[in-house]
């Protein structure tokens, strides 16, 4: 009887483990992760990044939209949810924001400005060595 005990404590450590980004909190109890990664195209050779989307159970609710979370494979706890969250690994706060979220498009970095409706400070300089002036934008 040992040895089965020894080959479910085998196939536990073989779970699979992911570590990805939480795009959505919406449904209760659970989480949609992002995992992100990098894989060569076969016949070209360039780096392509690839995404996929996990539906993990989060028992407690703590995971937030944002937040860099460690989910692990288990046994089927509904017809799509095949993961279980292990731990937060980062929260949103200190995270950088989800893409396509109001606060990715709102905000900056530090130092950068939205850019004028003329162009840049190069365009403007450029067209200022040939002699031509930038139409200003007209508001009618």
């Known amino acids: 009887m040992a040895n089965t005990n020894t080959t ?28 992100d990664r990098l894989s060569r195209h076969p016949l070209f050779g360039r780096v392509l990044k690839k995404a ?3 539906k993990a159970h989060d028992e407690t609710n703590d995971a937030k ?35 396509g979220t109001e606060a990715a498009q709102t905000s900056l970095p530090s130092g950068a400005s939205k850019a004028s409706p003329i ?18 934008a007209s508001s009618a």
């Open 8 to 35: 479910t404590d085998m196939t536990r450590a073989m779970r699979k483990t992911r570590t990805g980004t939480v795009v959505s909190n919406r449904m209760q109890k659970t989480i949609i992760v992002r995992v």
């Open 52 to 54: 996929s989307k996990f």
């Open 65 to 99: 939209i944002g937040d860099v979370v460690t989910i692990v494979e288990t046994r089927p706890l509904s017809k799509d949810k095949r993961w279980r969250l292990v731990e937060i690994v980062r929260r949103a706060s200190s995270a950088p924001p989800v893409p």
């Open 119 to 136: 162009g840049t400070k190069k365009s403007r300089e450029a067209l200022a060595s040939r002699g031509t002036e930038p139409e200003e």
